[in-house]
């Protein structure tokens, strides 16, 4: 479906008329706007062309839903996964040039989804996956600098910010996802049934060099980690976790010491840098 070439100011305008008319359901002013625009060649009409390249366009984006979601389809089953990945397409266009930043609002639109109404760990379920997927995309990066670290004086060190790793992500369910998510792996071997009654899940995913790796936090980690993902200085942090404020407390055995967990999250390669802010 050739277009005759259009002059450089209308470029734009008609890039988003092709892209209003093809996207979600289809914008039916944008198409009849556009319409006199285009040529056709063979027995295909432009409103048939047009349905034809709609058609395409949503199926890669739900073949890309099913490459980024394989737990929540194998969960629901493929024909549910299939209708339900339509409905998203239709509502949710693809903006970015890479096909890997589509599909990130789909745990948002599943817990308002009323057809997935009886399985209320779904959403949480995606959330983990689209994590898992973007930590695996992200970028390297280098390892905590400790020589500079150790160059920090003492008296600095309440006003230390300790950064997350980008590839790495915080995630907490009141579901046992990271469970779920292991039981429909393809390599899966254990059977044992799943108690969603048996309490939630606070979970970081990270990469540890090549692997993308997932690890359940206790009361003390989780809330240090939060505390490093709010950008909250490291006296700030002792203060509150050692005051107990926000029953921040881990696990029954008293207040959470901050400076007692910070090697053992280094060491894990859970901090990748940190900055000194202002006093």
């Known amino acids: 479906m050739p277009t005759p070439t259009p002059a450089p100011g209308d470029l734009i305008q008609l890039q988003q008329l092709f892209h209003a008319a093809i996207s ?3 914008d039916p002013t944008s198409l ?3 319409a006199p625009r285009l040529l056709c060649t063979g027995s295909l009409s432009v409103h ?3 349905a034809a390249y709609q058609g395409s366009v949503k199926g890669k984006l739900i073949r890309c839903l099913q490459e980024i979601y394989p737990v929540c389809e194998r969960l629901v089953g493929e024909p549910f996964f299939a209708a339900m990945a339509a409905r998203y397409a239709s509502a949710h266009a693809s903006i970015s040039p890479d096909l890997g930043d589509y599909g990130g609002e789909l745990p948002a639109f599943l817990r308002a989804f009323p057809p997935a109404a009886g399985l209320p760990y779904l959403a949480d379920v995606a959330q983990l996956e ?3 997927h973007r930590v695996f995309n992200a970028p390297d990066e280098h390892g905590l600098d400790l020589t500079a670290l150790s160059r920090v004086a003492p008296e600095q060190w309440e006003h230390l910010v300790f950064q997350l790793p980008q590839a790495s992500a915080l995630l907490a369910s009141a579901y046992p996802v990271d469970r779920i ?5 393809p390599d899966a071997t254990d059977s044992e049934p799943i108690d969603l009654d048996q309490g939630g899940a606070t979970l970081l995913i990270w990469r540890d ?4 790796r997932m690890e359940r936090l206790d009361t003390g980690a989780w809330q240090l980690l939060q ?4 950008r909250m ?4 942090l002792c203060m509150e976790l050692d005051s107990g404020s926000n029953s921040l407390e881990a696990d029954g055995q008293g207040c959470v010491d901050a400076a007692v967990l910070l090697p053992m999250v280094v060491a894990r390669g859970w901090v990748k840098g940190f900055e000194v802010g202002c006093g």
Do not use: D, K
């Open 233 to 236: 200085s490291f006296g700030n």
């Open 209 to 212: 060099g090549m692997e993308t």
């Open 181 to 185: 998510w292991a039981a429909n792996q």
């Open 130 to 132: 689209w994590h898992w």
């Open 32 to 34: 009849e706007a556009l």
């Open 48 to 50: 048939e062309g047009i």
């Open 24 to 26: 979600g359901g289809g």
């Open 227 to 230: 505390g490093f993902a709010a």
